[in-house]
């Protein structure tokens, strides 16, 4: 998790941010606990690629 904290900050820092969207594979339920710890929320909307996924927001 430090790193996706680091990620966070440096995103915040360089581009002066407020919000992070990410997607995930709905399935990859690891990867969303950790977004999840970090403070992403679910948005309600789906990102369709290859699989449909799931966006996040972060609000820095």
């Not at 002066?16 to 929320?41: D, H, L, T, W």
């Amino acid at each position: 998790m430090p790193a996706i904290k680091l990620v966070i900050k440096e995103m915040k820092d360089l581009y002066a941010c407020n919000e992070i969207y990410i997607s995930v594979i709905k399935e990859n339920e690891p990867g969303i606990r950790v977004y999840e710890k970090v403070g992403f929320e679910p948005t309600g909307e789906l990102f369709q690629a290859f699989h449909p996924e799931p966006i996040y927001k972060l609000k820095v």
